[in-house]
């Protein structure tokens, strides 16, 4: 069993649709919770960034951290076609390292 | 501000030859770490570096191996290419120095070994 588990989609919505991206892992010693977001032969670009659980909002993106269930989420409003990309959640046990196991990431398709 | 480089970006080898890739981070930051990225295992951690030290270390062979300048610029070096080493090479720097900070990734390097 993997530590991350990501459902790698593909998931298709139409424009302005609410989009709900979900990461489960088994270590309980993660603290440190990322989403990124890959355009098709770029490098990942850094979405959320949140420590503990909570939830995080930035514009149409909101991050949510559930330490208890194991379980993190990204959701989109008002999705857009721009927002077509690879999404993958990454995680740390913190410390003196910043090693990040990531989920497999999942495609997202916004149709216009 | 600009991000992180790398180079090459686009790399072809045959089997049994070696590489050496570069990463230069974002300026000030001094940890860099090293990730595969393949489409069977995703993202993948190689190894990362702060102030030219090794802090961490992934699951992968000895032929892979790094290093870090005092200028905080990171190059990694696969010896003796295997044909399942083609994927894109990611490098992504730091600012924190404990803990874990957020993480900017370079375009990476798309190694195809023939």
């Known amino acids: 069993q993997k530590e991350v588990e990501q459902d790698p989609g593909p998931l298709s919505v139409p424009e302005g649709a609410i989009v709900s991206l979900n990461c489960t892992y088994s270590?309980?010693?993660?603290?440190?919770f990322m989403w990124y977001r890959q355009y098709s032969r770029k490098g990942p670009e850094l979405l959320m960034y949140?420590?503990?659980?909570g939830n995080k909002e930035d514009g149409r993106f909101t991050a949510q951290v559930d330490k208890s269930s194991k379980y993190i989420s990204l959701f989109i409003r008002d999705s857009q076609p721009s927002d077509s990309a690879t999404y993958l959640c990454?995680?740390?046990?913190?410390?003196?390292?910043?090693?990040?196991?990531f989920g497999t990431g999942t495609l997202l398709a916004v149709q216009p | 501000k600009a991000g992180v480089t790398q180079t090459p970006r686009y790399l072809i080898k045959t089997r049994g030859q070696q590489v050496t890739l570069s990463c230069s981070p974002i300026?000030?930051?001094?940890?860099v770490s090293w990730y595969q990225q393949t489409p069977g295992q995703g993202l993948q951690f190689l190894f990362e570096?702060?102030?030219?030290?090794?802090?961490n270390k992934g699951n992968f062979p000895g032929r892979f191996s790094g290093r870090q300048f005092s200028n905080s610029r990171s190059e990694m070096n696969v010896s003796t290419l295997e044909l399942g080493d083609s994927a894109l090479y990611l490098c992504?720097?730091?600012?924190?120095?404990?803990?874990?900070?957020?993480?900017?990734f370079g375009p990476g390097t798309r190694l195809t070994v023939l």
């Open positions: 992504a720097s730091s600012l924190r120095t404990s803990g874990v900070g957020e993480q900017f």
């Open positions: 270590n309980s010693a993660f603290q440190y």
């Open positions: 949140t420590y503990s659980s």
């Open positions: 990454a995680m740390s046990v913190g410390g003196a390292t910043n090693k990040l196991i």
């Open positions: 300026s000030g930051h001094r940890s």
């Open positions: 570096y702060f102030s030219e030290t090794q802090r």
